[in-house]
């Protein structure tokens, strides 16, 4: 099985969408057909930790940090 990646945009979106929604991480992942489940969940830690820098510079655009 090779590695999946996903990006920075990507990442943003499903971190935004878990904000807004009152879903678990897990129903996300399935949402998104995320492999690993535990992946959003390390995204929003990422994310409240350093905001929209945390998926690098092209994850920024459009978008304003949560909270």
Not at 9 to 14: A, I, P, R
Not at 35 to 64: C, L
């Amino acid at each position: 099985m090779s590695k999946r990646s996903y990006s920075p945009g990507f990442k943003l979106q499903v971190v935004l969408e878990a904000f807004q929604s009152n879903s678990t991480d897990a129903k996300g992942a399935r949402t998104y057909d995320i492999f690993y489940p535990v992946m959003p969940s390390i995204w929003k830690v990422k994310f409240e930790e350093n905001g929209n820098r945390a998926f690098g510079a092209a994850g920024g655009f459009g978008h304003r940090a949560v909270g």
